[in-house]
């Protein structure tokens, strides 16, 4: 890549981010360093990822809707977590935490398991027990 | 208190942070420098961890690993700290800056507020330094980003204690023995053997090999698990390409650069023309996800696309085992 080549396209990187550092080549050949403002591939497949993420955030909204699925994995998706993400910072293990899923097994959390996943989705017991629909 | 560190952005973090240490304990050593001879150059695809519900790929050595081989190669010591307890990482994190030694951090990249917010996953494996305390606010150097930064001590906790696959443990490290003078020329041969052996690897997962083996799969993907999930996988692949900062092969260009500067150093011009080798397999590295980038962008789905990422990706691999095998003659 010369360094002329370097992207300059949109991306998430706002003022305030300022811009990225790239290796690239000057036109004798030497290797320099520039700065991007960001690249369309990469933006693409951030929003790939992003969309992913709304839509499993969608899909868990849904079926907690429909009792199928309990808050948890419903935060759990809103912070961006995979069930052994999640138990690592609850400190609970892992089948437990998918147990968790199961609306009958939700409504018996005691107070303090309720507190563990309230502190790692960086909410209220409150607004886990009660979603707003 | 304010240590007097100097920031300079860099495209990848832990490169960076060690070559800006390196700096301030007086050794002039580039980005470039550490991440050949720390060998950070790789390609591993590991099916078993997933990322994100995608299979981890990398394209570089793990977290930890870069600097630890610098360190042995140029004959430096690093200490290294992990704490099990968040305060005892504070006071030891103030103890050190009371001491005027700015310090390297592991830290978690989700709750990294200075991030855009696209960009905060579950990340585990990056790495910033801490050159300064004024009042409850930390001063930052992230090496990715153009400008230094700041952390309150409660946010950075936070990052410090992420928790996931590669969590960090409060893990701080920074280095405290030097020698004379940094012994450059047999590191950098050691560093380029070792990315050599491992690219050459006999191992269907690793190196050049591992990007073959990737190829192939991809091609498999659409018919085993349906254009999504395809889409997913490949997006992964671009994504890992880059860290913050490293365009697509981003990271083959940081080598190019190292091994432009070794010929300098080892005088070795072989180096300089396998330089140029290597800018031009980043360059097809960046073609490939630009064009796997747009198949899910256009949502074309003709299993003819997925083909094409896939001859794309072979030829780069064969490009790779050629080239790292010329490079181990020529040093």
Redesign the interface.
């Known amino acids: 890549m010369k360094k002329e080549e370097i992207p300059q396209d949109e991306s998430f990187f706002t003022e305030e981010h300022g811009k990225e550092l790239y290796y690239a080549v000057d036109e004798n050949g030497n290797y320099t360093t520039g700065l991007s403002s960001g690249w369309e591939a990469k933006t693409i497949a951030l929003n790939n990822a992003l969309e992913a993420i709304e839509e499993r955030i969608a899909d868990a909204k849904k079926r907690m809707l429909e009792n199928k699925t309990s808050p948890i994995e419903y935060y759990m998706e809103v912070c961006k977590m995979e069930p052994p993400v999640l138990a690592s910072y609850v400190g609970i293990w892992l089948w437990r935490v998918k147990r968790h899923f199961k609306p009958s097994v939700f409504k018996k959390l005691s107070q303090k398991t309720l507190e563990k996943y309230a502190t790692a989705f960086d909410i209220t017991v409150e607004q886990l027990k009660n979603v707003a629909p | 208190m304010k240590i007097d560190f100097e920031h300079k952005?860099?495209?990848h973090c832990e490169n960076g942070v060690v070559s800006n240490l390196m700096k301030f304990n007086g050794h002039q050593v580039s980005e470039?420098m550490v991440f050949g001879i720390g060998s950070g150059l790789l390609f591993c695809y590991i099916p078993f961890i997933?990322i994100?519900?995608a299979p981890l790929i990398t394209y570089r050595a793990m977290a930890g690993f870069i600097f630890n081989r610098f360190a042995k190669r140029v004959g430096i010591k690093i200490k290294r700290e992990k704490f099990k307890d968040p305060k005892k990482a504070k006071e030891r994190l103030d103890e050190n800056l009371k001491h005027n030694n700015p310090v390297g951090l592991q830290v978690g990249v989700?709750n990294l507020v200075?991030?855009?917010?696209?960009?905060?996953?579950?990340f585990n494996a990056h790495n910033l330094v801490v050159y300064g305390k004024e009042d409850d606010t930390y001063l930052i150097s992230d090496p990715?980003?153009?400008?230094v930064t700041t952390l309150t001590a409660k946010e950075l906790e936070k990052v410090r204690y992420a928790?996931?696959?590669f969590?960090p443990n409060g893990h701080m490290y920074y280095p405290i023995s030097f020698p004379e003078t940094l012994e450059l020329e047999t590191a950098i041969r050691k560093g380029i053997k070792h990315t050599c052996r491992e690219m050459l690897a006999p191992v269907p997962i690793v190196g050049a090999k591992g990007v073959k083996t990737v190829a192939k799969l991809i091609r498999k993907w659409p018919k085993k698990h349906g254009v999504k999930k395809t889409?997913?996988y490949l997006?992964?692949i671009?994504?890992m390409q880059?860290e913050?900062?490293?365009?697509?092969g981003?990271f083959r260009?940081?080598y190019?650069?190292f091994l432009?500067?070794a010929s300098g150093i080892l005088s070795n011009e072989e180096l300089a023309v396998l330089?140029?080798e290597m800018?031009q397999i980043?360059?097809q590295w960046?073609d490939f996800?630009?064009n796997?980038?747009?198949i899910?962008?256009n949502r074309s789905v003709q299993e003819d696309a997925y083909n094409k990422v896939a001859d794309e990706l072979e030829a780069i691999g064969n490009r790779e085992a050629n080239f790292f095998n010329k490079l181990k003659r020529a040093i």
């Open positions: 952005q860099s495209a470039p997933k994100n519900y989700y200075y991030f855009p917010d696209e960009y905060r996953f579950h990715v980003m153009q400008h928790k996931g696959p969590a889409n997913h997006g992964q671009v994504r880059e913050i900062g490293t365009g697509g981003g260009y940081i190019a650069a432009q500067e330089s140029k800018t980043g360059d960046r996800a630009l796997a980038s747009r899910y962008k």
